[in-house]
């Protein structure tokens, strides 16, 4: 069923058609394995016996590095077959379910010290009610560290598109051989730092970090001063406010 709250926005279920090949892509993938997971893990620090939500945990890879590091976590994805791989990865006592960011979220209210909204808020035109949402299950100081894809992306690699406007742009991407298209709603910096205010967060940092010390060099960018640093997402580090 579609809600009124979908209709501008990709379905909840589109990662179902490449949830696979997704998951064999960015099981070593540059952005993924050696670029936002190490980063989102740093921007934690010690997360041992706090109780984390990773909104959007898709299959998971998240929520496995957080619990080898001694967090309680729960995730939640808006796609079934994205649930099923990372029930497959962590095993059927993962607390896991399928549900949509865009609606109410089955957890109670402080539920949690911490939270993720990792590559999932800018396939969203509407912040407001998942960045609520968020904020209603962390605990006053709690942390939101949230993902999306640079605001300095248009001007760069789409001069069409009005930095200042919240618009969307249709993406293709490969995913293992196979194709799928993305549609990602950018705004401007300023817009994304005022639906954390309206949200009751505040900025406690702003990231661009470099890939992982780790990273295989045949994965880095060529013909760059620096490999190692690229424009390709911005991660914020929020605070919960009483």
């Not at 989102?40 to 959007?56: E, K, M, N, P, S």
């Not at 800018?122 to 006053?140: G, T």
């Not at 194709?179 to 309206?198: D, G, Q, V």
């Amino acid at each position: 069923m579609t809600s009124e709250a979908q209709t501008a926005e990709q379905q909840p279920d589109h990662y179902d058609a490449f949830a696979e090949a997704y998951a064999r892509a960015n099981e070593n993938g540059l952005f993924t394995r050696w670029y936002t997971r190490p980063a989102v893990l740093d921007l934690l620090g010690d997360v041992a016996g706090r109780r984390i939500l990773d909104a959007g945990c898709g299959t998971g890879p998240l929520v496995a590095d957080l619990k080898e590091r001694g967090a309680s976590v729960a995730g939640f994805d808006a796609s079934p077959a994205m649930i099923r791989l990372a029930r497959e990865r962590l095993g059927d006592e993962a607390d896991l379910k399928v549900a949509d960011l865009t609606l109410p979220l089955p957890y109670d209210d402080e539920a949690f010290d911490d939270a993720l909204a990792v590559l999932v808020l800018h396939y969203l035109k509407d912040w407001s009610r998942p960045l609520a949402e968020l904020r209603r299950m962390l605990k006053p100081g709690g942390r939101l560290v949230v993902v999306v894809n640079h605001p300095v992306i248009p001007p760069v690699m789409y001069p069409e598109i009005d930095y200042f406007a919240t618009v969307p742009n249709e993406e293709e991407y490969d995913f293992d051989g196979v194709s799928a298209t993305l549609r990602i709603w950018y705004r401007s910096l300023s817009a994304m730092s005022e639906s954390f205010s309206a949200a009751a967060f505040r900025i406690a940092a702003i990231s661009e970090p470099p890939v992982s010390p780790d990273t295989p060099p045949e994965l880095l960018p060529p013909s760059k001063p620096d490999p190692t640093r690229f424009i390709g997402f911005i991660f914020f580090t929020l605070e919960a406010l009483s």
